[in-house]
Each structure stands twice: as structure tokens, then as C-alpha cells.
């Protein structure tokens, strides 16, 4: 459904006699339009006329398999599925009976279609996968939607942008770091659904270059920083926050100052510098980092190469390893449990390191420990955290402040949920998939308003405005018949383009990895060629999820709250004028007026009398109410050119509220 | 033939939204934003305005405002002499202590947090973070209790991120800053594409006001507000000439140069241009402070960038005359530890730390407050948060006393309830 081809060629046919943007009005007739593009130019975002400016070619046609692989759903296991959502259910029902709340009714066919496209995949349906759904007469087709969007790769971008939200996922943490295989190895544990225990624990005990082993991105994601790294991997991964307590005791929670040093203790050895005194390393022949850097400089300040050169060897000293070393107190230590500057032993916040991993090193017995499935709060703590991704709102909320002040909404249900985790041996999408099969879930949105202090119940889930990313891959959506121009790329394409081995390094060898790192991942070149292929006015039309991240503040995805990736989860949602002059004015809106444009096609093919269903569909996933159905077609029948009246509605229904927040 | 406000005005369908929910959720009224500020406008002079420079990521306090000579926790930064006698500042601000005269430093602040997102919250309200309630931010407040200038031009700017800040919490969405995300290209999207005449940009907005209508009836709420409330307020920008003030490319060379051409210089210009056409309160960020590695080889770039910009906004506010009407304060959420770490930089320190105050209200050439021999603890006279926020709206001659109620009917302060410094008022 995904991959579903129009008839290209009766396409393009119908779309000769109409011009080039919906709304815009030429002087001359129409037909003069009809030419071909004009050639390709790199105009300056902002100072061309939108008309003129020509849709990349990488995005109009549709691909003829799947960007990727994603691992199947096993479709045999939904009447258990079912069962367990049922469970879930009736223990918010039981809640709500005892608190005289009502749940809200059940959200209808293109309601729940809109939510889960968007909520599972990240994007608004096209119009034709729209037409699929509402047209189907199956009694199982919301089933069916599910898991068919849970195998698709728009479930992995969606669920990508939202751990990269949480895990700072950035690609170039300083320009000396590269982190593309961390980022690409996040999506690919995603894409084959690998159990979340399994892939935190990688995370947290990986070693070695970046390229080499792609999840000790994780850990050079917090380079130099070793003490804040506890504070963020407890409050990813166990919902707490002990950030306090590092330097001094938490002021309303428990954690004490020395806890968290105990605590630290685990991972104190972790160094992200290669280590240099390995044998191989040390009896080599190789140049170390800084003499490579002096020396090319000293043959030739002025070359080019000089720069990639520098990253690329900077880089190259990017490589996790581990060492026991002990951690002392700060010299300023002020209680009296003990004294400053004093070493202290490692200790875990509560339970104890599993016995599988006594016999283990340190880091990885903190690793053992956070991810054990006898550390209930490892579960508990991601099942919250995906009820709150899918109802708008956690049963510990915020998610990742689990104290005793802040209590759950409703113990039964979070306590259940962890069960769940367990028993899925931390099966992710099947958790999700449970949570979606839940009539709870499929109810329609309610308003909650911040600083409402009831519990929330759950009668159904939070009315929400779309991430900044779901907004963006929407519009891609009604653009784009290629949402997926470039992909992120790999440790398999990184690799030999930048690895450089320390046993045996020359200058000629350095020189050479600059050379091929120049022409491929060095971002200003590589930047370059990715708007050469999918650029539109300065911004790339592809899936918000391999787009290089932090964007710079004036790019749409950030003036829509996309995270700096500098704090955890600073994605927001909130409003500003900037947005809606974007919305109004900005060149993204004006995309999808253009001829060769996914929504236009539709139109122009739909012809004059289904034009308002298409433009209702595509936009907003619904049918025209009847009083929309004629404000839409008095505007077509105003007297105006229809291919006025057609841009006039599209920009209409883009710009309504209905179309920024899913219900 | 339309117009816009007979398009987009739906404004007393919110009000009223607004009076009944807090009402009948929770027994209260909510504060009559709307009204106060109308009234406060009225006033014939304009009032005081505010410039917030916001460092983010923590400031070292020891490198810059508050250097400890010959202490080994110095480091490689020098102290340098500043014209209030007796008085150093760090080598890498030299023309801000050529004009210490103009600044009051307060070098006694301390907090509980150095975690950024609480202390820049904490910093930037006057109170703790909660999970269950968003506070204003200084910048809303002041233009919740001082009112807009221009009626023409937003009153409320952030230039920079917008996404940690509290905005206008639970004040009214009129008060919520309008992010300029690069100040050298101001606001963008002012104008409708140049294909599209300005009937038929009507005809759409009217057209998207009817398809919308019953979603918006269905879920009203603070959330949709908002977002109502800014598509008002976007129309009305879109037609005003006084955008202008946002394009600071029509300075003269002279000027953007003498502010430097880099972001925060920039940032401070638009700041000096949005003051003068009228905006009440404008925040300038600049990011990059948080050096745990490296910090004297990466402070001297960023510091010298604060020191041109900073120093040249307050000579051109004084130029023009402005100073006397406009409060600047540069502030950071906590300073940087005295111990240099094993990276050569310094970690989050809230023990002690600085921030500044110069222009309207204020009595400047003065330091207030003391560290000790290491800037590591405050010595004398201690300033909270709460303190330092209570004394900027005194200065804006802004009521600090007054209990105003949030739509949970709990009171806030503005300011946060600290003490002002009368020694640091004017």
C-alpha cells in the first residue's frame, strides 16, 4: 500500500494543459505554462519567484521497492493482541467507573486512520492510501492498519525522530566527533525491532571507534562530560532524575550527594579517547594525531585538504574504551557520611548488580544492572514512556521524574504495563501495537490543560498539536512521491571514507582518507550534494529523519520546536508567529501548489467533480462535511480560474488548526 | 470588501473562553490579562523597556566579572583593571571595563541547581520548575504589567530558541515572545508570494477560518487559543510597516561593524532597533557557554564577541538616549567551577556566580555582593534568584507585592517574592 504506482503516464497527460501553481494567476493563457521546467539553477532562498523554481527530481517519482528492510509483524499473534489490550481496557474502565468519569466515544474510521498514520508513521496517508482504508468494508482494518504501519519504514523514521529527541541524536556533537553510525545504528535497532534490554545494554558497554562498533556513539555522545553522563543514561533509561545529587543532596528527593558518586563510580574508567598504549598501537610504525596535523600543515598551509584533514584525524582519536579507575568525592565534599577528595566504592541506587555480571568489569556491570529485568524500573520506566508517546500524557508525568512526590495516575495500570514489558521480553512494537489495538487509544482526543492537577484518567488520549517532524513529514507527504531521496548514511559507508589504523599511519595515508572524506561525508561538500538532490529553497525534501541534525534555527522543522539535540527531549510544540507566517507565506506551503506535486497531480487527475473529496483527503484525511463540501465549491464556482479556487482551498485546509493537531 | 480584522476576530469568543474555564474548573478568576494590559498602554509616556542578554550554558563568572588574581583556580586568564577604581574584570572584556561605569555587577548570586534546564528556568521566572504549572518569564511579565508600546509591532521578542523557554506560562498567548530565529534575516515571511494578490490572500484567510470552525469549537482550549490568538496576531504583522525595525541591514556599515558581524553582535543591533520603534521587551541569547573542555582557548572568541556587542549596545542606548528609558541585564543561569578540571575546563558551579545590570533604574558603577578568595562561595551580601528578579522589575517600576492568580488559583509574584537590592536602585 505503501508503494501503490499510479498510472503515471494518463497522469502526466491530464496535467498538460494546467499551469504551473495552483492559485497563481498568469497573465498569458494557460498553455504557455505547459513547457517543461526550466533548467535546473541554484537560486538564493527567499528571492526567486516560487513559480519558476523547479521540484527536484529525486522526489517525483515514486521508488520501486522499499527504502529499507523492517522486520514483519507476526500477524497470527493478534487475537492475543487483542486479548491484552482488552486487559488494559478494562483496568482504565474500572478507574474511571470509580471516579465518575466518562470515556470518551470512539473515534470514527478517518479519525483513527489520520492518528494512527501519523502517530505509527509519522506522516499524514496519502491520498490514495486514505482512499484504501476508508473505502475498505473489512471488519478487521484497523488491525490490519496497524500492523502494516508497524512494518513499514515510516514507522522506523517516526520512532527514530522520537529517540532521537531523547538520546541529543546529532551527527556531529562537535565538529570533531562523528556520530553518523551511532544515528544510523538507532534506526537500523528500530528497523529489525531488537529487544530494547538487548540494545541499551549495547549501548552502554560498547567499545571502540564509532564506525568500527556504532553503538559507543552512545557514550561519546557525552564526551568529557562523565559525571553528567549518569545523570542522563538514569534519567533516559530509569525515569529519575538524580542530577541534583551531584553536587549536593537532592533537595526533595532522597538521592544524596555520595549515592551518585557511588553510582558513578561504575563507569568512572570509561574513556572515549583512543587508547594509544595497546600494543599493537605502541610498537607501530604509526604517526600519532598531532604530528600528522603538524606536518601536513608545515608542507602546505594553504591546501584545501587542510581542513577535512584536521576532522578526520581529530576523529579518529574518538574510540570508547575502559579501564577500573577509582572516583573520588569532590574536594569540597560537605557531609559528614564522608570525607572530601575520598575514593569511593561503587553502589548501585537500589536492588544490586545481578550475579551474571559479579564477575564482569564495572561498566558492564552497571549496564547489567540497569537493564536486568529484575530492575522493575528499566520496564516500567519505557512502558510509560510509550503510553505517554501514543495517549499524550504519561501515569508518571513527566516520564522521566519517578519520585515520590510525583505519583502515578493509576498504580493498577502502570504496574500492568511493566508486567507487559516483561512478558514482551521488551518487545517494543509489539507494546505499541498493544497499546493501538486498545479501544482507550482508539477513543477521540480530549483537551488537558497543564495545569489541570486532577489525575488524568485516561477516558482518552491528549489532544496534540504534531511534532515539528510529523508536520514537516506531511507535507513531504503531499509533495513527494520519493519521501526518501537520500538515506542516512552507515558505518558501512562511513568507514572507508575516514578510518585511518594508528598502528601504522603515514602522512600519505592520512592524506589520502582526507582526500576520499573530502568528496563524500565532509559536511559542507556533503550538504552540497544533498541540496543538489532534493534541495527546494534552500531546505532538503526528504523524511525529517535523515535530515543532519541540529538544523539551523531558521529551518521550518526548528521553528516548529525541533529539538536542538543539546537537552533531552526538547522537542516542543508550541505556538509562534514565525510558524504561521511560514504556514501562510513560507516556501513549503507554496511547494504543493506546483505542478508535479503529489497533492496537485491528485487534483488535476481527480478532475473538477471529486477535486474537493481529493483536496479534503489528502490535507486533512477526511471527507468534506456537507457545509465544508459547499464553501469549497462556491469558492471553485466564484468566477475565478479553478486552478485559483484549488490553490485558495489547498492553502485553506493547510492552514487550519485541524490541520496542525491530531485528534 | 473584507478586512482583516473582521477575518481573523474571534478574540471574544476567547475571552469569554477563558473567564468560564477558570471559573467553572476551579472556583477562580483568571487574571483579566487582556484588560490590565489595555489599560496600562494607555499611559501617555511609553515607560521603561527591557534588554535581557541571556549567556546560556553558564557564563564563567571567574574569567569574566568576578576575577580571583593570583589565585591558582585563575588559570590562564588575566585580570585587568576597569573604571571603577579598585575594581577587575577578566582580560577578555576590555572595553566593557572601559565603561564599568555604566554597569552594576552583582557578583554574590548563588543557587541550588546547576542542572541548565532548571536554572535557566529558575533564571528566567523567578521560580522553581513545577511539573504542574508553567511561570511567566520576566520578559512576559513585564509587558503583562507595563502593556505593549506600538500596536504595530509584537511587544514581546526572543531573539534565539524559543524551545526551553517558559514563554508567557499562563499569561495571556498575546504576551508570548515571537522568536527571531537569525537576526540578520529579521522576520521572514512577512509578505504573501508575489503571485498572490492581496484579495485572494483575504479570500484564503477567510476560507481557512469557515473549514476550521468546527474543529475549533470542539476542542477549545489554552493550546488552540494560543495558536488562534497568534494567526490574529500574524495578520495583523503582516500588514504593518513597522516590520521594518526587524531588517537591520539598513544600518550603516559603520554600525553593524561596530556591533560586530556575528550573531549575539547582530542580536544586540536588532535589540537597539526594536527598542526604539517601540517593542517593550526584547531577549538576546547566546549560546556556547558551557566549556567543560578547553575553556581558555574557546572563552577568549566568545568572550570578546559579549564584550564588542554589549559594551557598543550600551554606548548606543546612551547615544540616543534611550539608556534612560531601558534596563539591560545580562544574565546566566550559574557560574563555572574555580577547580579546573582534568580537560582544562570548568563544570557547572551555582555556588557563586555573577550577573549585570546597567541603564534605566539602575545605580551603575558599583559592584555589589561578594565572593571568596577563590569565587567559589558568596561572601557578602547573598542575592537569590528571586532577589536579582525582584530588584529588574523595581527598576522597570514594576509592583513586586502584588499577588497575581494563576488560572490553578495559586498567587505568583512578580519577580518570584525575593527582596530587591535598594542599593543597586536608582
Known amino acids: 500500500m505503501h508503494f501503490v504506482r499510479l498510472p503515471l503516464i494518463v ?38 519567484n516560487l513559480e519558476k523554481v523547479p521540484l527536484p527530481d529525486a522526489i517525483l517519482t515514486l521508488p520501486k521497492a522499499p527504502p529499507f528492510k523492517v522486520a514483519q509483524i507476526d500477524r497470527t499473534k493478534r487475537s492475543e493482541i487483542e486479548k491484552a489490550a482488552t486487559a488494559i481496557d478494562s483496568i482504565i474502565a474500572k478507574d474511571l467507573t470509580a471516579n465518575n468519569e466518562k470515556e470518551r466515544p470512539a473515534l470514527k474510521d478517518d479519525l483513527f486512520l489520520r492518528r494512527v498514520y501519523l502517530e505509527l508513521g509519522g506522516r499524514i496517508p496519502t491520498y490514495q492510501e486514505a482512499k484504501v482504508f476508508l473505502d475498505s468494508q473489512s471488519g478487521t482494518k484497523r488491525s490490519q492498519l496497524i500492523d502494516q504501519l508497524l512494518e513499514s519504514p515510516d514507522y522506523v523514521s517516526h520512532f527514530y525522530n522520537y529517540w532521537a529527541d531523547i538520546l541529543r541524536l546529532t551527527e556531529r556533537p562537535t565538529g570533531n566527533i562523528f556520530l553518523e553510525p551511532y544515528l544510523s545504528y538507532v534506526k537500523e535497532s528500530i528497523a529489525n525491532n531488537k529487544p530494547y534490554d538487548r540494545w541499551v545494554h549495547e549501548m552502554l558497554t560498547a567499545d571502540g571507534k564509532v564506525w ?63 587508547n594509544r598504549n595497546i600494543p599493537e598501537v605502541k610498537n607501530g610504525r604509526g604517526m600519532n594525531a598531532g604530528d600528522i596535523i603538524k606536518v601536513a600543515r608545515d608542507k602546505d598551509p594553504m591546501s584545501k585538504l587542510l581542513g577535512p584533514l584536521q576532522q578526520l584525524v581529530n576523529a579518529n582519536t574518538f574510540a570508547v574504551n575502559f579501564a577500573d579507575r577509582p572516583l573520588k568525592l569532590p574536594h569540597d565534599y560537605q557531609y559528614s557520611d564522608a570525607k572530601p577528595n575520598e575514593v569511593v566504592e561503587p553502589k548501585v541506587l537500589w536492588d544490586s548488580v545481578p550475579a551474571t555480571a559479579a564477575k564482569a568489569n564495572r561498566r558492564e ?27 499524550g500524557r504519561g501515569i508518571v508525568h513527566p516520564v522521566d521524574d519517578f519520585n515520590d512526590e510525583n505519583k502515578p495516575s493509576n498504580p493498577e495500570l502502570l504496574e500492568h504495563l511493566t508486567d507487559e514489558m516483561l512478558r514482551l521480553n521488551f518487545d517494543l512494537r509489539e507494546f505499541v501495537r498493544i497499546i493501538a489495538y486498545t479501544k482507550t487509544y482508539q477513543r477521540q482526543a480530549m483537551v488537558h490543560e497543564s495545569f489541570d492537577t486532577k489525575p488524568f484518567r485516561f477516558a482518552g488520549p491528549v489532544l496534540k498539536r504534531m511534532t515539528a517532524e510529523q508536520i514537516w513529514d506531511s507535507l513531504v507527504t503531499l509533495v513527494a512521491y520519493n519521501q526518501w531521496a537520500f538515506q542516512r548514511p552507515t558505518a558501512r559507508d562511513l568507514a572507508p571514507m575516514v578510518d585511518i589504523n594508528w598502528a601504522t599511519v603515514q602522512l600519505m595515508d592520512a592524506e589520502a582518507a582526507a582526500n576520499r572524506y573530502s568528496n563524500s561525508y565532509f559536511p559542507s561538500y556533503y550538504n552540497q550534494q544533498l541540496q543538489k538532490l532534493c534541495g527546494f529553497e534552500g531546505q532538503l525534501l526528504v523524511r525529517a529523519s535523515e535530515i543532519p541534525t541540529p538544523l539551523p534555527l531558521v529551518h521550518f522543522l526548528r521553528q516548529f520546536g525541533q529539538s536542538d539535540r543539546e537537552a533531552i527531549e526538547a522537542g516542543r510544540q508550541v505556538a509562534t508567529v514565525p510558524q504561521i507566517l511560514t504556514m501562510f507565506n513560507g516556501p513549503i506551503t507554496h511547494i504543493m501548489l506546483k505542478k508535479g506535486s503529489v497533492i496537485y497531480d491528485n487534483v488535476v487527475l481527480a478532475g473538477p467533480r471529486n477535486a474537493i473529496d481529493v483536496m479534503f483527503i489528502s490535507v486533512l484525511s477526511r471527507r468534506p462535511t456537507p457545509i465544508a463540501r459547499e464553501i469549497a465549491s462556491d469558492e471553485i464556482g466564484s468566477g475565478k480560474r479553478t486552478e485559483v479556487a484549488y490553490g485558495n482551498v489547498i492553502w485553506a485546509l493547510l492552514n487550519t488548526r485541524e490541520f496542525l493537531f491530531i485528534q | 470588501m473584507l478586512s482583516f480584522s473582521d477575518i481573523m476576530d474571534s478574540g471574544l469568543n476567547r475571552r469569554r473562553f477563558f473567564a468560564q474555564s477558570a471559573a467553572g474548573l476551579l472556583g477562580v478568576r483568571l487574571l483579566g490579562a487582556l484588560e490590565e494590559v489595555a489599560t496600562a498602554a494607555q499611559g501617555s509616556s511609553r515607560g521603561r523597556q527591557l534588554i535581557l542578554l541571556t549567556m546560556r550554558g553558564a557564563m564563567s563568572h571567574i574569567d569574566t566579572f568576578d576575577p580571583k588574581p593570583n589565585r591558582e583556580t585563575q588559570g590562564a586568564t588575566k585580570a585587568i583593571a576597569t573604571k571603577i577604581p579598585g575594581v577587575q574584570f577578566g582580560e577578555t572584556i576590555p572595553k566593557l571595563a572601559g565603561i564599568a561605569d555604566r554597569l552594576a555587577v552583582v557578583r554574590s548570586l548563588s543557587t541550588e541547581t546547576g542542572d541548565h534546564e532548571q536554572g535557566t528556568y529558575l533564571l528566567r521566572t523567578g521560580y522553581k520548575k513545577l511539573n504542574s504549572i508553567q511561570h511567566p518569564s520576566m520578559a512576559a511579565w513585564t509587558v503583562f504589567a507595563s502593556g505593549p508600546i506600538s500596536q504595530t509591532l509584537p511587544p514581546n521578542v526572543l531573539v534565539g530558541n524559543g524551545n526551553e523557554h517558559p514563554n508567557a506560562g499562563f499569561l495571556d498567548p498575546k504576551l508570548l515572545p515571537v522568536p527571531v530565529a537569525d537576526p540578520n534575516r529579521g522576520l521572514e515571511n512577512i509578505k504573501s508570494p508575489a503571485y498572490l494578490s492581496e484579495d485572494n490572500f483575504k479570500r484564503r484567510l477567510l476560507l481557512a477560518r469557515k473549514m476550521d470552525a468546527e474543529f475549533q469549537n470542539k476542542y477549545e482550549g489554552s493550546e488552540m487559543e494560543a495558536y488562534n490568538e497568534l494567526y490574529r496576531q500574524a495578520v495583523k504583522f503582516m500588514g504593518s510597516k513597522d516590520l521594518a525595525a526587524f531588517d537591520i541591514k539598513t544600518e550603516p556599515e559603520a554600525t553593524l561593524t561596530a556591533y560586530g558581524a556575528h550573531r549575539f553582535g547582530q542580536g544586540c543591533l536588532l535589540a537597539r532597533r526594536l527598542v526604539q520603534a517601540g517593542v517593550r521587551c526584547v531577549e538576546v541569547e547566546f549560546d556556547g557557554w558551557d566549556m567543560h573542555q578547553n575553556i581558555f582557548t574557546d572563552l577568549p572568541q566568545r568572550a570578546g564577541q559579549l564584550d564588542q556587542a554589549f559594551s557598543q549596545l550600551i554606548l548606543d542606548l546612551e547615544k540616543t538616549g534611550l539608556l534612560k528609558s531601558t534596563l539591560v541585564v545580562l544574565q546566566t543561569e550559574f557560574g563555572r567551577t574555580p577547580t579546573i578540571n582534568q580537560n582544562t575546563g570548568r563544570d557547572h558551579h551555582p555556588g557563586a556566580f555573577s550577573c549585570l545590570l546597567a541603564g534605566a533604574g539602575v545605580k551603575t558603577g558599583q559592584v555589589y555582593g561578594k565572593s571568596d578568595e577563590d569565587a567559589r562561595t558568596v561572601a557578602e551580601d547573598h542575592v537569590s534568584i528571586e532577589d536579582f528578579n525582584t530588584t529588574i522589575a523595581k527598576a522597570l517600576g514594576i509592583d513586586t507585592d502584588k499577588d497575581h492568580i494563576a488560572p490553578n488559583g495559586r498567587p505568583f509574584k512578580i519577580g518570584g517574592g525575593g527582596k530587591p537590592i535598594t542599593k543597586l536602585l536608582a
Open chain 1, 212 to 274: 568500527d562498533n556504532p553503538a559507543a556513539g552512545f557514550q561519546i555522545r557525552d564526551q568529557g562530560m562523565p559525571l553528567p553522563y549518569v545523570d542522563n543514561t538514569v534519567r533516559v533509561f530509569l525515569g529519575k532524575q538524580i542530577g541534583c545529587a551531584q553536587c549536593h543532596d537532592h533537595p526533595f528527593d532522597d538521592w544524596t550527594q555520595k549515592q551518585f558518586y557511588q553510582l558513578a563510580a561504575f563507569t568512572a574508567g570509561t574513556q572515549t579517547r583512543f
Open chain 1, 365 to 391: 556491570q552497571f549496564a547489567a544492572w540497569v537493564t536486568s529485568r529484575s530492575n522493575r524500573q528499566f520496564a516500567r520506566n519505557i512502558a510509560n514512556r510509550l503510553w505517554k508517546k501514543m495517549m
Open chain 1, 11 to 48: 497522469a502526466l497527460i491530464c496535467l498538460q494543459a494546467a499551469p504551473v501553481l495552483f492559485g497563481f494567476q498568469s497573465k498569458s493563457n494557460s498553455k504557455s505554462t505547459a513547457k517543461p521546467a526550466a533548467k535546473k539553477s541554484t537560486p538564493k532562498p527567499g528571492t526567486t
